[in-house]
């Protein structure tokens, strides 16, 4: 069984910056895909950012140039870097893996909030 831990998220004015971590722990274990998604209350869940174990990144139109992804694979962790934040940027972010047989993990969420 994999869990993963989020953390980084808080409160923030617009135009600053938050970072967010999810490190993934357990046993017997390869990741392929890591990333980030975002959810706001009755709204689907939207894929904000990925990368791949070989470090090929994806992101979604609305934060390119603004958000930044990264992993370390020798801590099983990825991170987000997330600049320039936007009002519209609030929801509850959520970091998601997929092992190599193909298993998604998810965690349970971090709130970002970013006044206006």
């Known amino acids: 069984q994999v869990q993963l831990v989020e953390s980084g998220g808080g409160l923030v004015q617009a135009g600053g910056s938050l970072r967010l971590s999810c490190a993934a722990s357990?046993?017997?274990?390869?990741?392929?895909?890591m990333g980030w998604y975002r959810q706001a209350p009755g709204n689907r869940r939207e894929l904000v950012a990925s990368?791949?174990?070989?470090?090929?990144?994806n992101y979604a139109d609305s934060v390119k140039g603004r958000f930044a992804i990264a992993r370390d694979n020798s801590k099983n962790t990825v991170y987000l870097q997330m600049n320039s934040l936007k009002p519209e940027d609030t929801d509850v972010y959520y970091c998601?893996?997929?092992?190599?047989?193909?298993?998604?993990?998810w965690g349970k969420g971090t709130l970002v909030t970013v006044s206006s």
């Open positions: 998601r893996i997929t092992t190599l047989p193909g298993i998604d993990y």
């Open positions: 357990g046993s017997g274990f390869s990741i392929n895909l």
């Open positions: 990368i791949s174990r070989g470090g090929s990144t």
